[in-house]
T-cell receptor
C-alpha cells in the first residue's frame, strides 16, 4: 500500500464551488505539505504543518486553507474555486527537520471550469 | 523571479550515453540540494542530494555536481536507460535557516532506445 495517499485523484468542478482535497500518510511523519504544480513553474508550496497544532503559509496560500485533523491527515480546501486554481496538487511528508527528503503522494488533478 | 532555474525544458539522449541535467540558483543562502524524478501520474520521488560542504555526490549511475561559486549544479546519469525517461526537478533549501525547499520547473528527459 502507498505510504502517502491522496483523494480524489481527479476532480472537475465549477467556479465558486468549495472543494476539499485529502491526504493521508502511514509513514508516521510529523511534517506534511501541500504543493501545486503548474507547467513551467515546478512545485510551489501552499501550506505546511510541522505537527497537529501547527499550520504555516507557504509561497502561494491565498485562496486556500488547510486542516491538520491528525498526525496522519492533512486536508487542503478551496473555499471558492477559480479557474486559475486548475493545477496538479501534491501532498508530501517528511521527518523533522523539514529539510530532509520529502515523500510525495500521487497527486490530484483539479480542473476548475 | 524564480530562485531555482532549469533552463532546459526537455532533453533527449540516446540509450547508453550520458544525460546531463542542469540547475542554476540565485539565493546564496541555499546550502542543501535535492534532485527528484517524476513519472506521469505519480508523485516525485527522491533521487539524490548534496550538501554545500561537498562538490560531488554519487549514487550508482547518478552523480550530482555542485559549483557554489557559479551557483550551479548538475545531475549526470551514466549510462542512460529508457527507464530514466521522466521529469527531473531540482530543489534547494537554506537548511541552516530552516527554510523550506524551492523547486525548479523541471526538465523532461527522454532516453531513446
Amino acid at each position: 500500500d502507498a505510504d502517502v495517499t491522496q483523494t480524489p485523484r481527479n476532480r472537475i468542478t465549477k467556479t465558486g464551488k468549495r472543494i476539499m482535497l485529502e491526504c493521508s500518510q502511514t509513514k508516521g511523519h510529523d511534517r506534511m505539505y501541500w504543493y501545486r504544480q503548474d507547467p513551467g513553474l515546478g512545485l510551489r508550496l501552499i501550506y505546511y504543518s510541522f505537527d497537529v497544532k501547527d499550520i504555516n503559509k507557504g509561497e502561494i496560500s491565498d485562496g486556500y486553507s488547510v486542516s491538520r485533523q491528525a498526525q496522519a491527515k492533512f486536508s487542503l480546501s478551496l473555499e471558492s474555486a477559480i479557474p486559475n486554481q486548475t493545477a496538479l496538487y501534491f501532498c508530501a511528508t517528511s521527518e523533522a527537520p523539514s529539510t530532509d527528503t520529502q515523500y510525495f503522494g500521487p497527486g490530484t488533478r483539479l480542473t476548475v471550469l | 523571479d524564480q530562485q531555482v532555474k532549469q533552463n532546459s525544458p526537455s532533453l533527449s539522449v540516446q540509450e547508453g550515453r550520458i544525460s546531463i541535467l542542469n540547475c542554476d540558483y540565485t539565493n546564496s543562502m541555499f546550502d542543501y540540494f535535492l534532485w527528484y524524478k517524476k513519472y506521469p501520474a505519480e508523485g516525485p520521488t527522491f533521487l539524490i542530494s548534496i550538501s554545500s560542504i561537498k562538490d560531488k555526490n554519487e549514487d550508482g549511475r547518478f552523480t550530482v555536481f555542485l559549483n557554489k561559486s557559479a551557483k550551479h549544479l548538475s545531475l549526470h546519469i551514466v549510462p542512460s536507460q529508457p527507464g530514466d525517461s521522466a521529469v527531473y526537478f531540482c530543489a534547494a533549501s537554506a537548511r541552516d535557516y530552516g527554510q523550506n525547499f524551492v523547486f525548479g520547473p523541471g526538465t523532461r528527459l527522454s532516453v531513446l532506445p
